[in-house]
C-alpha cells in the first residue's frame, strides 16, 4: 500500500473546512464527557512544597473529539458533536474553533471537566489525571440523542467513543445504535464498562476494546492473542461485525465471522512515554481508511502503526503523520486457523 493510498489527501495545517476535498464523506463522532486537556512538563514531581512546571499545551479533549483530531491528520474529515458546559464549556468550544475542528455542541448546565497531563522528564513518565465530569440529567441525555439524529445526515460512519457522564444510563450508546442504524449509517464504538455490555443488545459494526475493557466484559485477564480472540468470538456471538481487542505492545486482533487476524504492533524505534489517546487514534486510523474503503484488517494495520507513534509522544500530544506512515509496513499480519 503507497503512502498515497494510506494517507489520501492531506490536510491543511490550520485545519481549516475549505482544504478538504468534498468528495471525501463525512465521519461523525460524538463525546458526552469532553474535557479540556491541560498538559504540562515537570523536571521532578517534588514530595514537599511547589513543582515548578512548564504548560507545553492546552488543548479540548475527550474520546470522540481525539478522534476527530486524529481524522483530519490523516488527511480525513470530520465533524465533532460534542456536550460543553458553563466557562470550561466555552473555553473548549474556542480551543475547538481555533484549531479549525469541525465540532456541533450541546449545551449542559453542568461544568465541563478539565483534565490534567503531567510530563516528568526525569524519568520519562506520563501522569493523567482526569476527573468524573459533570452529571447529565435525563433532558440532557435526550437532547444530545435529538442533537445526533439532526446531525446524522449522510454520514458514512459515527463514531460513539469515551466514557459516560454521571446521570446518562448504561444503554445510552445501544439507543446511538439505533439511531445510527435507522440512518444507514455505521457506528463505531470505543467505550467501556456497563455502557459496553449494553451496547451489545443494539447492532454495532465495529467495536474497539482494549485489554482491560476487554477482561471486564469477559471477567477474566486479557494478556495475548489467544485471550483476546475469545474476546472477540464474544463480541461477534453478540452481533458485532467487526471486533477488534488491542494489546498494547503486542499489537491487536481483529475480527470478521469466523476470520481472526493478528496484527502485530512494529518495534518502536524510541521508548514509550504515554499510552493517553493512543487509542483514540487508533479509532481515528480505523474510520478513515474504512471511509476510503479498506477492508477492516487493512484499517485495523494503520490503526497499529498510529497507535504505536501515539506512544512515542508524551502526554496526550498528537502523532507524527509520518512517523506512523514508516511504522505501517512494519506491522505484520497473520491470520490465525480457524477451530
Known sequence: MSAAEVWGAPAAESGGRTSQPQTIPLILTQTLNPTVDICCEVDHLEDVGKTRAQVRFVAAGGGGINVAR?????GG?????HTAGRETGQRLNRL????????LAVGIAGETREAFVLFETESRRSYHIVPPGPRIDDHEARRCLDALDRALGTHQYVVASGSLPGGVPDDFYAAVARQVKTAGS???LDTSGPALRESLQESVFLLRCNRSEAAWLVGRPVRGFDDARAVNEHLLAAGVEVAVTTLGELGALCSTGRSHTELRAPVLPGEPLSDA???DSMVAALTVRLVAGDDPVDACALGVAVAAASVLTPGTEPFDRDLAESLCAAVRIKRQADS
Do not use: I, K, W, Y
Not at 77 to 81: F, V
Not at 96 to 103: C, K, R, S
Open 77 to 81: 474529515r470530520a465533524t465533532a458533536l
Open 70 to 74: 486524529g481524522v483530519a491528520r490523516l
Open 186 to 188: 455505521r457506528l463505531v
Open 277 to 279: 489517546g493512543a487509542g
Open 96 to 103: 475547538l474553533d481555533e484549531e479549525g475542528v469541525e465540532h
